[in-house]
């Protein structure tokens, strides 16, 4: 069966702090990896998307990284600021798109 | 301009009602989708649409049928609505082709309240 689990539910950092949040999926025979922020009551805004050949992306302070074989990707935020607070979610495809229940982020000021 | 778009942003109904929620993009995509959030903010894929043909359909009730008219367009259509169906629906669209399995971008989402 292919799951996606998001650990931590929940983090509450310093503004400033650097930090990862993981997401695990059980399948190695993944096509790519999206991650996502979702602020309340919004849409969901994409972050990055590695394709399955990729071990890394960077988009300004943010960086994700795939390792298929352990069946994990990490998001990685530099200097987080009090906007990055929201709801990180990744997804994975497999033969379809399955979602993680996400990290809820809370950047202290 | 608004990439993908979706009607209404909320919808308050009561049971038994048949109801009807618009989702557009303008990217170009060939391929959309519907998802659900349900209450604990799970989201799970209920319908694909590639170049107007169904090619996922997940194990939801037949009181919900999408409806593609063209490639730019995929409306959802729930029948005899339920409690259970109050969630936030998403729509999103992505590229696929030959081009390879590319990022999917969605919609400000519709919630729908059931009473």
């Given at each position: 069966k292919q799951e996606v689990t998001q650990i931590p539910a929940a983090l509450s950092v310093p503004e400033g702090e650097n930090l990862v949040l993981n997401c695990s999926f059980t399948?190695?025979?993944?096509y790519n990896l999206q991650w996502f922020r979702q602020d309340p009551g919004k849409g969901l805004t994409s972050l990055l998307l590695i394709q399955s050949s990729q071990r890394e992306q960077t988009s300004g302070r943010l960086n994700a990284s795939l390792d298929k074989s352990s069946g994990r990707s990490t998001l990685y935020i530099a200097a987080?600021?009090?906007?990055?607070?929201a709801t990180y979610l990744c997804a994975v495809r497999f033969n379809k798109f399955y979602f993680g229940s996400g990290t809820k982020l809370n950047v202290k000021p | 301009d608004t990439a993908v778009s979706q009607t209404p942003k909320y919808l308050v109904t009561q049971m038994g009602n048949d109801k009807s929620i618009k989702c557009e993009q303008n990217?170009?995509?060939d391929t959309m989708y519907w998802y659900k959030q349900d209450s604990k903010k799970f989201l799970k894929i209920m319908f694909s649409y590639n170049n107007k043909e169904l090619i996922i359909n997940e194990?939801?009730?037949?009181r919900f049928s999408p409806k593609s008219p063209d490639k730019a367009h995929l409306n959802l259509h729930i029948n005899?609505?339920?409690?259970?169906?109050s969630a936030v629906y998403f729509c999103a669209s992505s590229q696929e082709g030959t081009s390879g399995y590319n990022e999917q971008f969605f919609g400000p989402g519709t919630r729908l309240t059931v009473l």
């Amino acid at each position: 069966k292919q799951e996606v689990t998001q650990i931590p539910a929940a983090l509450s950092v310093p503004e400033g702090e650097n930090l990862v949040l993981n997401c695990s999926f059980t399948d190695s025979a993944i096509y790519n990896l999206q991650w996502f922020r979702q602020d309340p009551g919004k849409g969901l805004t994409s972050l990055l998307l590695i394709q399955s050949s990729q071990r890394e992306q960077t988009s300004g302070r943010l960086n994700a990284s795939l390792d298929k074989s352990s069946g994990r990707s990490t998001l990685y935020i530099a200097a987080s600021q009090p906007g990055d607070s929201a709801t990180y979610l990744c997804a994975v495809r497999f033969n379809k798109f399955y979602f993680g229940s996400g990290t809820k982020l809370n950047v202290k000021p | 301009d608004t990439a993908v778009s979706q009607t209404p942003k909320y919808l308050v109904t009561q049971m038994g009602n048949d109801k009807s929620i618009k989702c557009e993009q303008n990217l170009g995509h060939d391929t959309m989708y519907w998802y659900k959030q349900d209450s604990k903010k799970f989201l799970k894929i209920m319908f694909s649409y590639n170049n107007k043909e169904l090619i996922i359909n997940e194990t939801v009730p037949n009181r919900f049928s999408p409806k593609s008219p063209d490639k730019a367009h995929l409306n959802l259509h729930i029948n005899s609505l339920e409690l259970g169906d109050s969630a936030v629906y998403f729509c999103a669209s992505s590229q696929e082709g030959t081009s390879g399995y590319n990022e999917q971008f969605f919609g400000p989402g519709t919630r729908l309240t059931v009473l």
